[in-house]
């Protein structure tokens, strides 16, 4: 399971602090799989749009960037800040794939398609 948590900067050195600490006593850490996120990028990706994008990536192994506009019906300048916050926090990768005599595709892929993903807010 990816944990995604908001908090602070202090909050995230707590928790290295914590996986110090273990490892001190015990020789190793147990994984944590954490994403560490602002609160405001936090209540971003929460927005139902969002989420709603974030499952439709999950089923799918990749996908082209005109499929999502079309099969979810975004306008191309919401893509873009949808995709760029995922890929900020490594949610999701884009590469450009050749579209031979025709230019480029962009293909999207998520980068935890058999993970289960739980968000948390500390406020």
Do not use: C, Q
Not at 2 to 21: H, N, P
Not at 77 to 93: C, G, R, T
């Amino acid at each position: 399971m990816i944990k995604i948590k908001s908090g602070s900067l202090d909050d995230f050195f707590d928790s290295a602090l914590e996986t110090a600490k273990e490892i001190d006593e015990k020789g190793s850490a147990t994984p944590k799989h954490a994403i560490w996120m602002e609160l405001d990028d936090l209540s971003k990706i929460l927005k139902p749009s969002r989420t709603a994008l974030i499952r439709y990536l999950r089923e799918k192994d990749s996908v082209y960037y005109s499929e999502i506009l079309s099969d979810l019906k975004k306008s191309p300048s919401s893509l873009n800040k949808d995709l760029e916050l995922l890929v900020k926090y490594e949610l999701i990768n884009i590469t450009k794939e050749v579209n031979s005599g025709h230019g480029v595709k962009k293909v999207i892929r998520s980068l935890y398609i058999n993970e289960e993903l739980e968000f948390k807010a500390a406020v």
